[in-house]
């Protein structure tokens, strides 16, 4: 507060004549750089995808070529990539959001202690990025003898298996990455929301003789609705363009039978190797359609739009 | 925490303590495990894979030694240190200045259009980046950015996140102080820079952390975006290690190490702005 300027030491001095000083001018310059950065990196990028989404693009010769992209969309490599997509994002789903929320309200139950402790620490992986912690999985789950996931397996009496040849497998090995890398943060979206959620609904329950399960079921519950599907949001969001996870699981190089192909690694894969521009841009059309009709739905579903009213 | 702990030590409670310290166990473990194996010489690691075998005959700085003399395919290591930090720092400082400046503004005035533009902030935010990769790309070749840092850098500076971040802050910011600011003759940007930006702080310590974290960690635009082993960051070189034609693991390892050591170290210090940092999409409103 001390930064106020104080009236009684500075005299009352004119505003000084700075370019656009005026309360109408003023805030068109802070959004500025929104504005440009919009138009320039957002829309026109936006705009030409969907136009080169129709053409072909060879260097030194661009023709359009109406939606021949579109219908080589219909092969086998982009239906295997969005069958991987989407059965990832619907495992993070599954995974992600349960499990942080039972453990979010576990750490905030009274009887917890060292909560900030443990907050803490399953948050640490949220610190590495997906290249180290890919490095890390793609050893965890070697195909050798002696690599983590197999070691564990032999303590059961199961032989070692290839798990990044296999494609129940290598989803396995992905959904533990991204729980390893995403549990941690999730805990903490639930945990800020229930902290939110005031000690006196909890009182006011209790005294007029509501049970714990009743309080947890009628308050709990639905004040975490809100956080619950912004979590959603954001993991449908990470699911669908997830990249760098399966890039780094299979260093670099394709997957055996694709298995682990995702919609934006056959984006990469068409764009940047093959230098398929306009087909690439076709798959990332179809990406943005994907998202928005699962989003449409999941909001429809969660009852985010009757909320809105 | 201090009522906390006067409660009743009860069987539940240590259960659920159990049940956290197993989890921490396992969530701790695959860093540990990367880190004992960063002390093993990459022989160990093909013949055992990834494990947590204590073997102190086999265990030392072998691997770090090569990388800070730049021996075993690793002198670029520090050139990739360099750029990352270099990216961070600039691209962290751009993105504070107009982030805040625009969360402000849509925060603080009433004009023509901030509906919309609030919208648009809400519609970028709402759009995987991936979709435009290939236009993106063909504009960075356009403006003569590839290979830069300007690349990288410029066409996510100004990102909806923290602007929309910026904004449910500014909201609760005093809006009496801007016209005692006019009174006392402050100009609008005067008021900003000398009145608000200090009130912001908080925001500034949670955007940093974002900020910084989300460029130290980049990939895949950086993996478009750089051409060259001498402009790559740490995330590309330490993948340009992980080749199909046979991995250069010593390296790899002790570089990953070595490359979550600073925000590991920040972490400790800075825990609140990290905790707030990464989970700013979750604010109400």
């Known amino acids: ?309 | 925490m201090q009522t906390k702990v006067k409660e009743k030590f009860s069987l539940s409670s240590l259960f659920m303590l159990i049940l956290f310290s197993v989890l921490a166990v396992l969530m701790l473990f695959p860093l540990f495990a990367l880190f004992l194996a960063s002390l093993k010489p990459a022989t160990e690691l093909f013949r055992y894979g990834l494990n947590v075998r204590l073997d102190f005959d086999i265990m030392s700085l072998h691997n770090y030694r090569s990388i800070f003399s730049g021996k075993g395919g690793a002198e670029h290591y520090f050139v990739w240190y360099k750029n990352s930090v270099l990216i961070t720092v600039i691209f962290t400082l751009i993105s504070l200045l107009l982030s805040s400046m625009v969360g402000y503004g849509l925060a603080m005035y009433r004009f023509k259009g901030r509906g919309l533009i609030f919208t648009l902030v809400l519609v970028v935010m709402m759009i995987p980046v991936e979709i435009i990769l290939l236009p993106l790309y063909k504009l960075t070749v356009g403006l003569k950015l590839i290979n830069t840092i300007w690349g990288i850098i410029l066409p996510f500076a100004v990102a909806p996140m923290p602007i929309f971040f910026f904004r449910q802050f500014a909201l609760g910011l005093p809006k009496d102080f801007m016209d005692a600011g006019r009174i006392d003759g402050c100009t609008e940007y005067g008021i900003f820079f000398r009145i608000m930006v200090p009130l912001m702080a908080p925001a500034f310590g949670s955007i940093t952390i974002l900020q910084a974290m989300n460029s130290w960690n980049n990939f895949l635009w950086p993996l478009i975006v750089l051409r060259t082993t001498e402009q790559f960051t740490l995330p590309i070189g330490l993948a340009s290690f992980v080749s199909p034609l046979g991995s250069n693991y010593e390296a790899l390892i002790a570089g990953a190490v070595l490359a979550i050591l600073p925000i590991l170290l920040l972490f400790l210090f800075f825990q609140r702005y990290f905790i707030e940092g990464l989970t700013v999409g979750g604010v109400k409103g």
């Open chain 1, 1 to 309: 507060m001390n930064r106020t300027p104080d009236r009684a030491v500075y005299p009352r001095v004119k505003p000084r004549n700075v370019l656009g000083n005026s309360q109408k001018i003023a805030p068109y310059v802070f959004v500025l750089p929104f504005i440009l950065s919009f138009i320039v990196f957002f829309a026109y990028p936006l705009i030409s995808a969907i136009i080169m989404s129709f053409q072909s693009i060879l260097p030194g010769e661009v023709k359009f070529i109406g939606l021949a992209n579109y219908r080589h969309l219909w092969n086998e490599d982009f239906g295997t990539a969005l069958v991987n997509s989407s059965r990832y994002t619907f495992w993070t789903l599954l995974l992600l959001i349960p499990v942080p929320m039972i453990l979010a309200i576990l750490l905030n139950s009274k009887k917890m202690m060292f909560t900030n402790f443990f907050r803490s620490t399953l948050f640490i992986p949220a610190l590495t990025s997906v290249v180290v912690a890919g490095v890390i999985f793609r050893l965890i789950f070697g195909e050798l003898d002696g690599a983590l996931m197999n070691s564990i397996l032999h303590l059961f009496g199961v032989p070692s298996q290839r798990w990044l040849y296999s494609s129940h497998l290598s989803m396995l090995a992905l959904l533990v990455l991204a729980g390893w890398r995403w549990i941690g943060i999730n805990i903490l979206y639930f945990l800020s929301a229930l902290q939110g959620i005031p000690g006196e609904l909890y009182e006011a329950a209790e005294i007029d003789g509501a049970s714990p399960f009743k309080r947890f079921a009628k308050i709990t519950i639905p004040l975490l609705k809100p956080i619950t599907i912004y979590v959603m949001t954001i993991s449908i969001y990470g699911g669908y363009a997830m990249f760098t996870e399966s890039y780094m699981l299979w260093a670099g190089k394709p997957s055996p039978q694709n298995i682990g192909l995702t919609i934006v690694g056959y984006i990469y894969q068409q764009g940047f190797q093959y230098f398929n521009l306009g087909f690439g841009s076709a798959i990332g059309v179809a990406l943005l359609g994907v998202t928005l009709a699962v989003s449409l739905v999941q909001l429809t579903v969660t009852g985010m739009f009757k909320k809105e009213d």
